[in-house]
């Protein structure tokens, strides 16, 4: 149940009035703020505004009344102690370019909702955002985890993860997401809590492919198995904590939008395995699927970094119309018939490259006093 608009209350912004950014706002709400959400068009802020529902992104949802909202970003933005981002990855950089001016004098909190990176850069958001708006990077946080908007509009009791190179940063941001149907984590690797949200929409669009071919479960569960090593590999080269991975913005992520059909990336998957071209299933999609924008950048980052991503890569043949869905199953690691091990990187029987790695940083971190980044903690 909404609580009752209290003016005393926190006041904090969100920016972008789609499924996931109208759910957080619900959630913001929901933990006692007063939420003024931005909608590029007029009506849908009037919508939410005037008859707290948002019929487009979530039917049958009522939103809360200390929920209100404008399309116009200045009058969203004034007054609020934390900010919420929740646009396109692709679109980001240009809706910063408008803040930019809006929040040259605060100091408060700036949080990123989206999992994607920015096609032409390859920048992480977190990246974007600090490079747009020039601020402190301790100033920025992301949220991440697995977060079906619909489910959690309904109230359906689900966790996220709250990261940011400031602890003090993450632990606020979190106090103020968090509900009775809702409870957010704290960690400081940025980099792991953001790659664990881009990487697993690649794997879901893999599963929604072979889904749409009609392979069944335990083709599946191996695309997520060895998804998971993938994602693992690639961002703990990437400077990642691994075991973020095998926490709520990793693995619980990984496991939900690989087995909803409300995930828009298994949905977009799925309908390429049915043999629609790329061009169709984006004018069939009523929002942006992050996984096939962030596909080409994900493996161009690999490529510079030495990693081999066999799944990642025939998800983008198959986009390129260059590999029958129907032949991504059959070589799900290697086209090399050399058996190798189950936590293999590079053709390294031994033991993980990404694993190695993680250690050699904790030891030279312990060597000099440093430490390491925290675990999923509420």
């Given at each position: 149940m909404s609580r009752k608009p209290d003016t005393a209350a926190p006041r904090v912004a969100v920016i972008g009035s789609g499924s996931w950014g109208t759910t957080f706002g619900k959630v913001l709400a929901d933990g006692g703020a007063r939420v003024?959400?931005?909608?590029?068009?007029?009506?849908?802020?009037?919508?939410?505004?005037?008859?707290?529902?948002?019929?487009?992104?979530?039917?049958?949802?009522?939103?809360?009344?200390?929920?209100?909202?404008?399309?116009?970003?200045?009058?969203?933005l004034d007054g609020a102690e934390q900010v919420y981002l929740a646009v396109s990855s692709q679109a980001l950089r240009e809706n910063l370019t408008a803040i930019r001016p809006l929040l040259a004098e605060g100091t408060m909190p700036v949080v990123s909702l989206m999992k994607g990176v920015e096609k032409r850069s390859g920048l992480r958001m977190s990246q974007v955002i600090q490079q747009e708006l020039e601020c402190d990077p301790s100033r920025i946080a992301v949220a991440s985890g697995p977060n079906l908007a619909l489910e959690i509009a309904r109230q359906q009791p689900t966790a996220a993860v709250i990261a940011s190179s400031s602890q003090e940063t993450a632990e606020a941001?979190?106090?103020?997401?968090?509900?009775?149907?809702?409870?957010?984590?704290?960690?400081?690797?940025?980099?792991?809590?953001?790659?664990?949200?881009v990487l697993k929409n690649l794997i879901?669009?893999?599963?929604?492919?072979?889904?749409?071919?009609?392979?069944?479960?335990?083709?599946?569960?191996?695309?997520?198995?060895?998804?998971?090593?993938?994602?693992t590999d690639f961002a703990v080269v990437q400077g990642a904590q691994p075991e973020t991975l095998q926490g709520l913005a990793g693995l619980g992520d990984l496991i939900a939008t690989c087995q909803s059909p409300l995930s828009r990336n298994n949905t977009a998957g799925r309908l390429l395995g049915q043999g629609y071209s790329f061009q169709d299933v984006v004018k069939q999609m009523d929002q942006t699927a992050e996984g096939l924008a962030s596909v080409a950048p994900v493996l161009q980052l690999a490529r510079e970094a030495g990693i081999r991503m066999p799944i990642v890569e025939q998800v983008k043949m198959v986009l390129d119309g260059t590999m029958n869905p129907r032949d991504i199953a059959p070589h799900l690691t290697t086209d090399d018939d050399k058996?190798?091990?189950?936590?293999?990187?590079?053709?390294?029987?031994?033991?993980?490259?990404?694993?190695?790695?993680a250690l050699q940083r904790a030891f030279d971190q312990f060597r000099h006093g440093g430490r390491g980044a925290a675990g999923d903690r509420p």
């Open positions: 003024t959400m931005w909608a590029r068009r007029a009506e849908l802020a009037h919508e939410i505004r005037e008859g707290k529902r948002n019929s487009q992104y979530l039917p049958g949802i009522n939103l809360p009344r200390s929920m209100t909202a404008t399309h116009r970003l200045a009058e969203a941001v979190a106090r103020r997401s968090r509900n009775a149907y809702f409870r957010s984590f704290v960690n400081t690797d940025v980099i792991g809590t953001e790659f664990g949200g879901a669009v893999a599963i929604g492919i072979v889904d749409g071919v009609g392979y069944g479960e335990n083709t599946k569960a191996s695309i997520i198995t060895r998804g998971l090593v993938e994602m058996p190798t091990g189950e936590r293999t990187h590079h053709g390294d029987d031994s033991s993980s490259g990404a694993f190695r790695r």
